[in-house]
């Protein structure tokens, strides 16, 4: 009676290990695929953007042309300034730690 039983597994132990090579293994079969920019924070005047390649971008200049309102979180404003000028690049929002922002955008093959 086991011997049935385990013929089966057997066998589609062995079926699956034949089908395995001819699975996908990426999620997007569009020809796409992503890639990461990271803001880190470091004050106003040192927060900087780190893009894809390794280039490093102060954007301390472009931060200081916002006015930030009183009460508001200096952080969280001049954070949610840098943010809103990469999505008008394509950027979007991909996780956050305390000190940085990653944001992530889709690009062909």
């Known amino acids: 009676m086991k011997s049935p ?3 089966a597994c057997l ?3 062995a079926l ?3 089908l395995w090579p001819r699975l996908p293994l990426h999620a997007q079969s569009n020809g ?3 890639e990461y920019l ?6 106003r005047e040192n927060t ?3 893009r894809p390649g390794g280039k490093v971008e ?4 472009e931060l200081r042309k916002f006015t930030r309102p009183d009460h508001a979180d200096e952080r969280a404003f001049y954070l949610n300034a840098a943010m809103n000028g990469l999505v008008k690049e394509g950027w979007e929002f991909a996780g956050m730690n305390p ?3 990653v944001m992530r955008r889709t690009v062909a093959r």
């Open 38 to 43: 990271t803001i880190r924070w470091g004050g």
């Open 48 to 50: 900087h953007v780190v």
């Open 58 to 61: 102060f954007i301390g200049p």
């Open 5 to 7: 039983r385990l013929f």
């Open 11 to 13: 066998s589609i132990i």
């Open 99 to 101: 000190d940085e922002i």
């Open 16 to 18: 699956a290990a034949l």
């Open 32 to 34: 796409a695929g992503n």
